[in-house]
């Protein structure tokens, strides 16, 4: 398969993503879709570096993973606080910022 | 063969992908991400980034998915509307992923990436494996490789930090229950773990504490 | 460690990866129902009864019995529960218990009528990481199959299934990671041919330790079975099922099982190498994989028939606090052995 064809899925779940990220009122569902962008940016990384017959670009996409993970687990860690304060889980509702 | 095979997945990509947006149950959302994310998986491995995807199993489906669904699971899995705030945003949401597709598209096919209709460099053994990608991670990028690992450091110092309970009972009582004592390596080793079993709670074996206690007296009692 | 390393193996003809994959599943297939029946009897006789010994001859034909009767069975489910879901789960637990079979290696490469063929499923350069990626999927087959029942029993079930398989993983993974800095590759055969001299067992026995209480609880099997602690959760995840699907369920757990134990053999016990320089014929190879699984298989049912369940609390602390600073403990010096 030509290389292009990668990045044109990049592209379009890159931009399913963010259609999902400004959309969704659920944190939860907008982690969901941060993660879908990040993944498409992933995919490119990874369809260049098979371009380029570099591994470079696969270490990127490690750390891109790494950092994935970290702003999962905060993000999922602020909900669960939401919840445990009897907050409701809607980001259109979350307009206070008071510890 | 191939491209058999980068259909099907890329196909498995987009419906996981647009399922994510559009599904209105949180579960199904994550559901939907974690058939997206194995997909995905098997585009990486088409590109010969044979780590990479296992690692995208082990690490996304394997652990952060989970995550996830603990948390739906927690926070309550019902139904909420897909709709958001106002008709005004969503239309406004969609032209601008339809424009920053354009936009991307123009990119691609327009000007600067034209070598990209080729197939690529030719494959040399070795690409993407666990040793090359090793050897790179502890030469050239270094610094990254730590800066992501101190990262991840912070990121569960913080998560710990934000999920844990502020009020109602204390630090101590959450880390075991009451009565129930913490097992340690010392006790592991030297055989004293608790079993849970109704010797223990009838005086048997280890102490078990103030329940277990009231059920030893009623033992002695009754029977 | 040169990038030579992950050239793995050879590229065999398509139709002999084909016939290979139908021999492996077709065997594994064929010892899962004397597993079953060799489980019981083995559990009678610590128990000091005889165990399954009516239907044909020493009882042998007990799993066929069994089968028929759960085939015959009505398919049920309950109206609260999910009904694609319900049925995909059981079928996620053996599709990824079955795939992490493909890379158990039964023999070296052998010459058979002219070709080459390597008596394993795969050789990846990914080895373990590829095991543990299908088990990061099981996962999904006992989450859906405990959420989508819509019964409190099975899903609770699920949620202990979930916690209890990742706290166990990373000990599992960090305990295989000492093996493989010793070995110096990935590839499972290339660990067997660095067993030539030693076992893992001896240089990596603290590994080989952690590895297997991990197992106990990656296989959900006893004192570790608080998936499935039928004394408060009935049946677990899959307490709502009946019949076929019923059947999958435990397929896939005694299929895990089989994986596990060649997983073991393959990294601690030299796989097909025989002690004190015995070099049998090729074909003998797979005999001396299954007896070695056996050996590990025979264990697993001595526990389960020794140990007492433990406590939900106490199978998450020890898993935390004991295991994982022990498997990490191992791997660094491992590490350090290694180097200096």
Not at chain 2, 67 to 77: D, E, H, P, T
Not at chain 3, 71 to 80: Q, V
Not at chain 3, 296 to 325: C, E, H, N
């Given at each position: 398969?030509?290389?292009?064809?990668?990045?044109?899925?990049?592209?379009?779940?890159?931009?399913?993503?963010?259609y999902?990220?400004?959309?969704?009122?659920?944190?939860?569902?907008i982690?969901?879709?941060?993660?879908?962008m990040?993944?498409?940016?992933?995919?490119?990384?990874i369809?260049?570096?098979r371009?380029?017959?570099?591994?470079?670009?696969?270490?990127?996409a490690?750390?891109?993973?790494?950092?994935?993970?970290c702003?999962?687990?905060?993000?999922?860690?602020?909900?669960?606080?939401?919840?445990r304060?009897?907050?409701?889980?809607?980001?259109?509702?979350?307009?206070?910022?008071?510890g | 063969?191939?491209?058999?095979?980068f259909?099907?997945?890329?196909?498995g990509?987009?419906?996981?992908?647009?399922?994510?947006?559009?599904?209105?149950?949180?579960?199904?959302?994550?559901l939907?991400?974690?058939a997206?994310?194995?997909?995905?998986?098997?585009?990486?491995l088409?590109?010969?980034?044979?780590?990479?995807?296992a690692?995208?199993?082990?690490?996304?489906?394997?652990?952060?998915?989970?995550?996830?669904?603990?948390v739906v699971?927690y926070?309550?899995?019902?139904?909420?509307?897909v709709?958001?705030?106002?008709?005004?945003?969503?239309?406004?949401?969609?032209?601008?992923?339809?424009?920053?597709?354009?936009?991307l598209?123009?990119?691609?096919?327009?000007s600067?990436?034209?070598?990209?209709?080729?197939?690529?460099?030719?494959?040399?053994?070795?690409?993407?494996s666990p040793?090359?990608i090793g050897?790179?991670?502890?030469?050239?990028f270094?610094?990254?490789?730590?800066?992501?690992?101190?990262?991840?450091?912070?990121?569960?110092?913080?998560?710990?930090?934000?999920?844990?309970?502020?009020?109602?009972l204390g630090?101590?009582?959450?880390?075991?229950?009451?009565?129930?004592?913490?097992?340690?390596?010392?006790?592991?080793?030297?055989?004293?773990?608790?079993?849970?079993?109704?010797?223990?709670?009838?005086?048997?074996?280890y102490?078990?504490?103030?329940?277990?206690?009231?059920?030893?007296?009623?033992a002695?009692?009754?029977? | 460690?040169?990038?030579?390393?992950?050239?793995?193996?050879?590229?065999?003809?398509?139709?002999?990866?084909i016939?290979k994959?139908?021999?492996?599943?077709?065997?594994?297939?064929?010892?899962?129902?004397?597993?079953?029946?060799?489980?019981?009897?083995?559990?009678?006789?610590?128990?000091?009864?005889?165990?399954?010994?009516?239907?044909?001859?020493?009882?042998?034909?007990?799993?066929?019995?069994?089968?028929?009767?759960?085939?015959t069975?009505?398919?049920?489910?309950?109206?609260?529960?999910?009904?694609?879901?319900?049925?995909?789960?059981?079928?996620?637990?053996?599709?990824?218990?079955?795939?992490?079979?493909?890379?158990?290696?039964?023999?070296?490469?052998?010459h058979?009528?002219?070709?080459?063929?390597g008596?394993?499923?795969?050789?990846?350069?990914?080895?373990?990481?590829?095991?543990?990626a299908?088990?990061g999927?099981s996962?999904?087959?006992?989450?859906?199959?405990?959420?989508?029942?819509?019964?409190?029993?099975s899903?609770?079930?699920?949620?202990?299934?979930?916690?209890?398989?990742?706290?166990?993983?990373?000990?599992?993974?960090?305990?295989?990671?000492?093996?493989?800095?010793?070995?110096?590759?990935?590839?499972?055969?290339?660990?067997?041919?660095?067993?030539?001299?030693?076992?893992?067992l001896?240089?990596?026995?603290?590994?080989?330790?952690?590895?297997?209480?991990?197992?106990?609880?990656?296989?959900n099997?006893?004192?570790?079975?608080?998936?499935?602690?039928?004394?408060?959760?009935?049946?677990?995840?899959?307490?709502?099922?009946?019949?076929?699907?019923?059947?999958?369920?435990?397929?896939?757990?005694?299929?895990?099982?089989?994986?596990?134990?060649?997983?073991?053999?393959?990294?601690?016990?030299?796989?097909w190498?025989?002690?004190?320089?015995?070099?049998?014929?090729?074909?003998?190879?797979?005999?001396v994989?299954?007896?070695?699984?056996?050996i590990?298989i025979?264990f697993?049912?001595?526990v389960?028939?020794?140990l007492?369940?433990?406590?939900?609390?106490?199978?998450?602390?020890?898993?935390?606090?004991?295991?994982?600073?022990?498997?990490?403990?191992?791997?660094?010096?491992?590490?350090?052995?290694?180097?200096?």
């Amino acid at each position: 398969m030509p290389i292009v064809w990668y990045v044109v899925v990049s592209a379009l779940v890159f931009c399913i993503g963010t259609y999902g990220v400004l959309t969704r009122r659920n944190p939860l569902v907008i982690l969901l879709c941060l993660e879908l962008m990040l993944n498409a940016s992933n995919l490119a990384l990874i369809a260049f570096a098979r371009q380029h017959g570099n591994a470079d670009g696969q270490i990127f996409a490690i750390i891109v993973l790494v950092v994935a993970a970290c702003e999962v687990t905060i993000g999922l860690g602020l909900i669960v606080a939401l919840y445990r304060r009897r907050l409701p889980i809607d980001v259109d509702q979350m307009n206070e910022l008071q510890g | 063969m191939s491209s058999v095979v980068f259909f099907v997945a890329a196909i498995g990509v987009l419906a996981g992908a647009i399922g994510v947006v559009v599904l209105a149950n949180p579960f199904y959302s994550v559901l939907a991400l974690v058939a997206h994310l194995i997909s995905l998986a098997a585009l990486f491995l088409l590109l010969r980034a044979e780590f990479v995807a296992a690692a995208q199993v082990v690490v996304y489906a394997g652990a952060v998915m989970v995550l996830y669904v603990f948390v739906v699971a927690y926070v309550g899995g019902q139904d909420q509307p897909v709709r958001s705030s106002g008709p005004g945003l969503r239309l406004i949401a969609a032209l601008f992923g339809a424009a920053l597709l354009c936009e991307l598209w123009i990119a691609v096919i327009g000007s600067s990436l034209k070598s990209l209709t080729e197939h690529g460099a030719p494959y040399t053994p070795g690409f993407g494996s666990p040793s090359q990608i090793g050897q790179l991670l502890l030469t050239r990028f270094l610094e990254p490789f730590e800066v992501a690992s101190f990262l991840l450091l912070v990121a569960a110092v913080g998560a710990v930090i934000l999920a844990r309970r502020r009020r109602g009972l204390g630090d101590e009582d959450e880390e075991r229950l009451p009565g129930f004592p913490a097992i340690s390596v010392a006790e592991v080793l030297s055989g004293r773990v608790p079993t849970g079993s109704m010797a223990e709670a009838a005086g048997l074996g280890y102490e078990v504490g103030e329940s277990a206690a009231g059920t030893r007296r009623q033992a002695r009692g009754g029977w | 460690m040169s990038s030579s390393v992950a050239v793995v193996g050879f590229y065999e003809p398509w139709w002999i990866q084909i016939i290979k994959a139908l021999v492996i599943f077709a065997a594994a297939f064929a010892i899962l129902p004397i597993l079953t029946v060799y489980e019981r009897k083995l559990l009678g006789r610590f128990q000091n009864r005889y165990g399954p010994n009516r239907v044909g001859p020493f009882g042998l034909m007990q799993p066929l019995a069994e089968i028929v009767k759960f085939a015959t069975k009505e398919p049920f489910r309950p109206t609260t529960s999910i009904g694609y879901m319900f049925r995909i789960a059981p079928m996620i637990a053996i599709l990824t218990a079955v795939a992490a079979l493909a890379l158990v290696p039964f023999g070296d490469v052998q010459h058979i009528f002219g070709q080459r063929v390597g008596l394993y499923g795969i050789d990846v350069s990914i080895g373990p990481l590829y095991v543990f990626a299908f088990a990061g999927i099981s996962f999904y087959g006992i989450m859906l199959g405990g959420w989508s029942s819509g019964s409190k029993y099975s899903f609770l079930g699920a949620m202990r299934g979930a916690a209890q398989l990742i706290s166990y993983e990373v000990s599992q993974g960090l305990a295989l990671v000492g093996v493989v800095i010793t070995a110096g590759t990935l590839s499972l055969t290339g660990i067997v041919h660095a067993q030539r001299g030693m076992w893992y067992l001896i240089p990596q026995f603290a590994g080989f330790v952690i590895f297997l209480v991990a197992s106990f609880a990656e296989t959900n099997r006893a004192p570790f079975d608080l998936v499935e602690a039928d004394a408060e959760l009935v049946g677990g995840y899959f307490t709502e099922y009946g019949g076929t699907p019923f059947i999958a369920f435990m397929f896939a757990e005694y299929m895990n099982m089989i994986v596990v134990a060649g997983i073991a053999t393959t990294m601690f016990l030299g796989g097909w190498l025989l002690p004190f320089g015995i070099h049998p014929p090729g074909w003998v190879d797979p005999f001396v994989v299954v007896a070695k699984m056996m050996i590990f298989i025979t264990f697993f049912i001595w526990v389960r028939a020794t140990l007492p369940r433990l406590r939900y609390d106490q199978l998450m602390s020890f898993g935390w606090k004991a295991l994982l600073p022990l498997a990490t403990l191992n791997l660094l010096v491992t590490a350090i052995l290694v180097v200096s």
